[in-house]
């Protein structure tokens, strides 16, 4: 028998995931692990594939100037701070901070995956 919380879920009820929507985590599937001896369930954050940038349709670019931080530049160019990670995909970062160290670098500000104006996006 079904667990009646995952029987919510399942029929969309509840969200799979309490992300909120401009999390880059909000699509990203909750799954569980059963070791199958007796033990609790497991949850886990299942994969978050990165978006190839070809495939981002271009908003524009910024030049980083001094005390440039990720979560300003989110808000002016996408109108949320807490986008900053979308800049973070559009420009490969593995480290984000890394980002805006460099005075003068430029940055690709780009629509988040699966937006219109890019052909196979």
Known sequence: MMDPLQALIAAGA???NSFPPNSRYASTPILAHDPGDG???IAYLG???LPQP???APLG???VSSGDRLDT???????DPELW?????????AHP???TDTIGRRLHIAAQAGMPGVQDA
Do not use: F
Request: charged letters at 25%.
């Open 61 to 63: 670019e910024h030049s």
């Open 85 to 93: 990670w979308r800049i973070a995909d559009a420009n490969l970062a």
């Open 14 to 16: 509840i969200p799979a």
């Open 97 to 99: 901070d890394e980002l």
């Open 39 to 41: 033990r609790a369930v």
């Open 54 to 56: 070809h495939q981002l």
């Open 73 to 79: 530049i989110a808000a002016r160019y996408l109108g």
């Open 47 to 49: 994969r978050r594939l």
